[in-house]
């Protein structure tokens, strides 16, 4: 059977890594041939069998797979990077849309939860290990230091506020100032929470792995809200319709949910393992981390992988830089 050219082209230019223009990748297929090449399929790998790792001041590209058929081709490719921590695979990691890693930070027995871009420069990252919230650089490497106190999820808000829980005994949900100075902490503690949110009227959504998740009215610290059901849920936010997204982990699946019904209205669980974070793009797909089958996929609204990273060691969190509210 013949193959297009567009396919050809696109296999060719992230074969050679010639050019990360996504521009330049996106023209190669255009809405006329595009239901042509994704009845075929085409897809794109570095190594099946290698995971990323980190070699002569170098890190190896990690296995990319752009689509596989029957799944439709995703036209645009993504525009914005993707940043990863991999809890055994003890990295945090930006990766650019052809899955190559631009930048890194490993260390030995180090792992990481939480992860959250303030700006193209820096990010914040929780530090399970060292029981350490930090800002990094990554231009210069530079590191402060936000918390000193195990945390677990992080969320920039609209304001530049970080949000984010702590992982002890009594854990509470914390609102600190980007100098670490703490602005507001809930008044009720919980079993373990794991993922946190703010909304746009400010309230707080967090995620326990007491199987619930609640609403924290943010003015009187009081709990509004909260559903039953979950296992183990792991990631949780508010969605552009007001729904709210939650990775329901040790149920394998991301579920939708309506706040107010406190019903479930859609769901992915097609092959899911763990996931333990899931957020909805600015376009409406799902980016999942599928976390005990090593990867993160990025789901479109028809439940078709649109784009994947695979060959990852349990990812905890995947977020792109425009996740941030605006």
Known sequence: M???????????????????????INSFISNDNFYEVAKRGAWHEVDNHEKSRYKDGKTIPIYHQITTAPNLLYVKIPLENTYVTDDMGMAAMEIDPLGNVVWERKAEEQTYFGIAPLNKDELLLSLLSYNRLI????KTGEETLILNEGVRDVQVTSDGDILTVENSETSKVILLSQNGTVIWESKPTFYYPRGVWRKTDGNILVVDFNHKAYEIDYKSKKIIWEMGGFNHPNSIQEMKNSNYLIADEHNNRVIEINPSMKKIVRKYDKGLWSPNSARELPNGDWLIS??????????????????????????????????RVQ
Request: hydrophobic share 40%.
């Open 2 to 24: 013949g193959i297009t050219k567009p396919i050809i082209a696109l296999t060719i230019l992230l074969m050679t890594g010639l050019s990360t223009d996504m521009n330049n």
């Open 135 to 138: 800002k990094i650089n990554k």
């Open 290 to 323: 599928d976390s005990d089958n090593h990867r993160v996929i990025q789901i479109n609204r028809m439940f078709n992988i649109v784009w994947e990273l695979s060959n990852l060691n349990n990812p905890n969190r995947a977020v792109r830089y425009d996740l």
